[in-house]
């Protein structure tokens, strides 16, 4: 909160009240105000942080997901199945035959042969051959991959995948690549990158990384440290405010001005509103609020704890897709996935708990808020409300 030339204290006090004899705190209100700003802005600062890291952990687990998820993963799988298909008319020699209905052929077919030969019993006519070959390359031939052909040349048509076949055709219709020389060195540099960015994990500022496996546990501790440094602001600013609320009506301040100069310090919580309270004192008679009004309190209230929730759901994320490709981890080091396993049940178990009592903060800090609020509805509309008459025997 940023300085006054005039004291807060005195600008919320009461006409003529002063503090009263025998305080034991004689420090200008400012300084009480102003420390309760700061541990606020210090939850502000730790949950500004655990988005960081939430955003950081989601992508790099985004970037480790299948090719069918994940767009550059995707890119380099379509190049791969395109790699095995292609024939390019400056690889040299063709040497490579292959059988159809009993007929010897090189295994070099045009677009416009291959349409002929296999089209319909290959892709069912779901291709435009006509369309493409307007834009087909003039130095790119269709070619049977190594592995469909049988030793005795014939192809393996069961074995063919005719989706994967079909997106190999349009990706090579639209693609400019004019040798396979290129194609190598396109793939190396495709490869070498999702392996620098997606397998390995960089670390800002300290210039470290790991192994995605580890995103699970190494996110986990780094939320659970956070959730321990959120627990404690959070229960300082509940301890704030009640201290502050509690010197303000020692010390006979304004109770609504006092309460509104606080709640502009507020981001991430959301006090009660008291403008009806005040209408409702202005114009001698109950002002409620509106249904839209209500609802809109309790859509800011539940925004406001998403930077708390979010961390656990991406650490609970990646744990689930960890468990679905388990298969993959032991087939590199079972002994090590077991381990893994272990200690990311461990971390999730921590992080479940810190985020409760976490959240358990926050709502006594909002709690703290309304039931101020309802002590200035009391002040303010107390005189408005019918008084029960007693009855007469």
């Not at 926050?362 to 409300?385: D, F, G, P, S």
Request: charge should be positive.
């Amino acid at each position: 909160m940023s300085k006054h030339k005039h004291s807060i204290a005195s600008a919320l006090s009461t006409s003529g009240a002063q503090t009263p004899p025998g305080s034991p705190i004689d420090m200008d209100f400012d300084e009480f105000i102003d420390a309760a700003a700061d541990g606020s802005q210090r939850s502000r600062n730790i949950m500004s942080l655990m988005m960081t890291a939430a955003f950081i952990a989601a992508l790099g687990w985004f970037n480790s997901l299948k090719p069918e998820f994940n767009w550059y993963r995707s890119r380099i799988q379509a190049m791969e199945n395109a790699y095995h298909w292609v024939r390019f008319s400056n690889d040299g020699k063709d040497t490579t035959y292959v059988k159809i209905d009993g007929q010897k052929m090189l295994n070099r077919f045009t677009l416009a042969e291959f349409d002929n030969r296999f089209g319909k019993t290959l892709l069912n006519g779901s291709t435009d051959y006509a369309k493409m070959d307007s834009t087909w390359p003039k130095n790119i031939c269709i070619k049977f991959p190594a592995f469909l052909i049988k030793k005795d040349s014939t192809i393996d048509f069961a074995g063919l995948d005719k989706k994967t076949l079909q997106s190999t055709l349009v990706y090579l219709g639209n693609s400019h690549h004019v040798h396979r020389a290129e194609m190598d060195n396109l793939l190396q540099v495709y490869n070498k990158g999702w392996v620098e960015n997606a397998l390995f994990i960089r670390v800002p500022i300290l210039g470290l990384s790991f192994d995605v496996n580890w995103m699970a546990v190494i996110s986990g501790l780094a939320f659970s440290i956070l959730y321990f440094l959120l627990y404690h602001s959070l229960s300082r600013e509940r301890k704030n405010l009640k201290l502050l609320f509690k010197l303000a009506k020692k010390r006979r301040y304004n109770r609504v001005d006092f309460y509104q100069l606080l709640s502009m310090e507020q981001v991430l919580t959301v006090p009660n509103s008291i403008d009806e309270f005040i209408v409702s004192n202005e114009k001698n008679r109950i002002i409620t609020a509106s249904l839209w009004s209500k609802l809109k309190y309790v859509l800011k209230l539940l925004i406001t704890l998403v930077p708390i929730i979010v961390p656990l759901g991406i650490l609970a994320l990646i744990l689930w897709y960890d468990y679905k490709t388990t298969d993959i981890g032991n087939s590199i080091n079972q002994n090590l996935m077991i381990f893994h396993r272990e200690l990311s049940i461990f971390v999730l178990v921590l992080n479940i708990v810190m985020c409760f009592v976490c959240v358990w903060e926050w709502y006594h800090v909002n709690h703290r808020w309304t039931k101020e609020a309802k002590k200035i509805k009391k002040l303010l509309t107390n005189h408005l409300h019918p008084k029960p008459q007693l009855l007469q025997e």
